[in-house]
T-cell receptor, first 111, second 118 residues
């Protein structure tokens, strides 16, 4: 089993839809959880990060972490065509260790 | 957010030659930098962890003699692909970490380098 599992999609939704992106992981030592957005041929950009379990909201984005289930989610409300990109979940253990990434989910929002 | 600059953004080289990729943190000091490789429609795969002033730690399966990493200062790390072959063609991305002081480490990524070996 890979450390981080993420459905690659593609996921196609109409403008205005609520999008749910998810990752599961196997390493219970992971403490920090992040979501990155990556446009084609660009480096990833950090969207949100959370520490341990709980929810975090930032504008149209909400990140959820359930450590008991080893499951994290990113919700995008009122999706826009500009949200079309690949979304990568990433996580790591203690400070100084590298991020371990999911495969990324390709999202397409049509107007 | 902090800025990480990676150069060049794309390079085409002949088989057998070496290519150097630079990664700079422009407005913060990064004690740790990471190098990733990404194949089309695949996730970022960690190649090595680089700490300033010490030897890089390579992931299993990554040839350290082929992918030379130098972390000469707190703002610069370089990856040199030596004797490149077509199978080395990929998207290489560096990442620099910054501790926020709240226990959270942020990772900022360079723009990536598209290497094509012909």
């Amino acid at each position: 089993q890979k450390e981080v599992e993420q459905d690659p999609g593609p996921l196609s939704v109409p403008e205005g839809a609520i999008v749910s992106l998810n990752c599961t992981y196997s390493n219970s030592a992971f403490q920090y959880f992040m979501w990155y957005r990556q446009y084609s041929r660009k480096g990833p950009e950090l969207l949100m990060y959370t520490y341990s379990s709980g929810n975090k909201e930032d504008g149209r984005f909400t990140a959820q972490v359930d450590k008991s289930s080893k499951y994290i989610s990113l919700f995008i409300r009122d999706s826009q065509p500009s949200d079309s990109a690949t979304y990568l979940c990433a996580m790591r253990g203690q400070a100084g260790t590298a991020l371990i990434f999911g495969k990324g989910t390709t999202l397409s929002v049509s107007s | 957010g902090a800025v990480v600059s990676q150069h060049p953004s794309w390079v085409i080289c002949k088989s057998g030659t070496s290519v150097k990729i630079e990664c700079r943190s422009l407005d913060f000091q990064a004690t740790t930098m990471f190098w990733y490789r990404q194949f089309p429609k695949q996730s970022l795969m960690l190649m090595a962890t680089s700490n300033e002033g010490s030897k890089a730690t390579y992931e299993q399966g990554v040839e350290k003699d082929k992918f030379l990493i130098n972390h000469a200062s707190l703002t610069l790390s370089t990856l040199t692909v030596t004797s490149a072959h077509p199978e080395d063609s990929s998207f290489y991305i560096c990442s620099a970490s910054r501790e926020r002081g709240t226990g959270v480490t942020e990772a900022f990524f360079g723009q990536g380098t598209r290497l094509t070996v012909v």
